[in-house]
């Protein structure tokens, strides 16, 4: 498609080169067909989808230290999906999911340039219900709380989609919608840890955030209990 420019860096996460062609900046914008107005993306948030942001390192490098097994994994609100790249390439059984409409082209790109093979990925919106999708072990995310209603939306979503003794795994970048998140998180029955992030992985710049950690008892009253 044209319209924007891109670029192509290789990033080092856990130790591993990983190619990633993304938006060569903010100012990028191409919506011939207003797809992108229809779903409900702004011009100003439409590259950021397309960008290499802080939040997702940090959460590409912790999922590239994690065991896997056999746990089905999503990445919600994927952009790039580094996270999904890391896991791809161990041989996970990773999905990922975005709402904006190129993110799967280049998903396909990115698996292309690192010689892996196809994906899952599903084209998914966290306002409504999505039952093609299924159930995951693991649901994991970054940077993905910058506006006021996406807590709510987002911890409906992962109950949704989680099993019933689900892990979740979200990078936040203290935007300021935590609190609401956990909040939301904790009426869905799940208990929550959370660990301090001050810098990006590989002796990298400062970096300030958390790295959020929520299990959902297999009995959400007791999980209420303890949170």
Known sequence: MTGYQTKTQTLAIGGVDTIV????DR???ADPAGVA????ISSAAWPLFGLVWPSALVLAAHLQAQPLGTQRILEVGCGLALASLVVHRRHGCVTASDHHPLTEGFLSENLRLNAMGPMPYW????SSSQPGLG???LIMGSDVLYERDHPGQLAWFISQHALPAARVI??????GNRAA???AMHAEGFERSETRVDSLPGGGAPYKG??????????????????
């Open 21 to 24: 062609r993304s938006l060569l």
């Open 27 to 29: 100012q990028q914008f």
């Open 37 to 40: 107005e229809r779903a409900g």
């Open 123 to 126: 084209p998914g919106d966290w």
């Open 135 to 137: 159930r995951f072990d």
């Open 170 to 175: 979200v990078v936040d970048p203290d935007r």
């Open 181 to 183: 998140f956990h909040r």
């Open 210 to 227: 958390r790295l959020l950690h929520y299990h959902r008892a297999s009995d959400p009253a007791q999980a209420g209990r303890n949170a």
